[in-house]
C-alpha cells in the first residue's frame, strides 16, 4: 500500500473531517500507534478489514478510499508522461524503476544517487 500513499490520504482525509488520530482510532476500533504507523508509513500491510474499518471512520466506502489511490496513479502517469517528454530516455528509466518499487526500498535508493551527485 505504501506506493499508493495511502497514510498520506488518511491523514487529510481525517483532518479534513478535524479529527485525531486518536477520534480515528476510537472510532475505527484501532489502536493510536495503529493509526500513526499507517500515516507516517511505518506499516507496511494492511488488511483489507482493517482498511475499511478506517474508510467507515472517516465516512467513505473502502472503495472511495482506494479511488483517492487511483487519482495518485493517475496524476504519476501525467507526469511521468510529462518527463518523458523533457527528459533523456535513462532519466525516464530511472523515474519507472523507482515508482515500481516499494516506498522505502526507492527512498533508499533516491537518497544514495543524490548523495552521489553531490
Known amino acids: ?3 499508493l500513499n ?5 491523514r487529510s482525509r481525517r ?3 478535524n479529527l485525531t488520530q ?3 482510532a476510537e472510532r475505527s476500533n484501532l489502536s493510536i500507534t495503529f493509526i500513526s504507523q499507517i500515516e507516517t508509513e511505518q506499516r507496511e500491510n494492511i488488511t483489507i478489514q482493517r ?3 478506517i474508510a467507515a471512520a472517516l465516512d467513505l466506502s473502502l472503495s472511495e478510499l482506494i479511488d ?3 487519482d495518485d496513479i493517475t496524476q504519476i502517469k501525467h507526469e511521468i508522461s ?3 517528454s523533457n527528459y ?4 525516464v528509466q530511472l523515474v519507472n524503476k523507482l515508482l515500481q518499487m516499494d516506498g522505502k526500498r526507492a527512498e533508499e535508493i533516491s537518497a544514495a544517487i543524490l548523495k552521489l551527485i553531490r
Open 1 to 3: 500500500m505504501n506506493e
Open 6 to 10: 495511502i497514510g498520506r490520504k488518511i
Open 15 to 17: 483532518k479534513q473531517l
Open 22 to 24: 486518536e477520534e480515528l
Open 51 to 53: 482498511l475499511n474499518s
Open 68 to 70: 483517492l489511490q487511483l
Open 82 to 84: 510529462t518527463y518523458k
Open 88 to 91: 533523456l530516455p535513462q532519466t
